[in-house]
């Protein structure tokens, strides 16, 4: 009678889209499309026999189940501290699989969420097989480099970089300068000239604004 009125239990499962050694590239719970009842449903979800859409989440979208490879029932799989996962009797990373990669049907790669402290890693699209295919095509000159639209860059290589330009244009600045000096020195004794700051600078002044 309850089960006429409420209808059969839901059953849900984590959506995993690519399955590593010791990685799970997890999107989130998802729910079945299927008329199986629970069990033969939970079942064919471990033995991967399931063939149909699953609804992802509160996306609202419906996807099929090719494009994953492991839909595991909601109480086989268990989250637990620091990134990590307990399933099939041992401990996995876990990495976040962001919505616009769950159409994806190329590898994906990890890497760290610089943005926020959770979750520790997130995918994105591995495309280094397109870039060795770009630069091994005829007629380009210059390497190419594909990448995700939106792809974190590493913000330590940007900070080396704007501390390598720093260092190179302190460095220059600083050559230039003695060179500037002993020119404005030359003439000055050439001149028969006291040697002022204000002096020098006039003189530094002109040769930098010079052609």
Not at 101 to 114: P, S, Y
Not at 142 to 148: E, I, L, N
Request: aromatic share 6%; glycine share 6%.
């Amino acid at each position: 009678m309850l089960r006429r009125v409420f209808g059969k239990k839901t059953v849900r499962c984590w959506v995993i889209k690519q399955l590593d050694t010791q990685m799970l590239h997890l999107c989130l719970l998802g729910r079945p499309d299927s008329r199986l009842k629970p069990e033969p449903l939970k079942e064919a979800l471990r033995q991967q026999r399931f063939s149909g859409g699953i609804s992802m989440g509160e996306s609202g979208l419906l996807l099929n189940a090719r494009l994953f490879d492991a839909l595991v029932p909601e109480e086989d799989l268990e989250l637990v501290h620091d990134g990590l996962a307990h399933w099939r009797g041992r401990f996995w990373v876990v990495s976040q699989v962001p919505q616009k990669c769950w159409t994806w049907e190329g590898r994906l790669v990890a890497e760290r969420n610089h943005l926020n402290d959770q979750p520790l890693l997130v995918s994105r699209e591995d495309v280094s097989a397109i870039s060795r295919r770009a630069e091994r095509a005829p007629g380009l000159t210059d390497k190419a480099v594909f990448r995700s639209q939106d792809a974190l860059e590493d913000p330590d290589k940007d900070i080396r970089y704007a501390i390598e330009r720093g260092l190179k244009s302190r460095a220059e600045f600083a050559h230039r300068y003695e060179q500037d000096l002993a020119f404005a020195m030359r003439r000055s004794n050439e001149r028969d000239e006291p040697v002022s700051d204000g002096h020098l600078e006039c003189e530094i002044s002109s040769r930098v604004e010079s052609p």
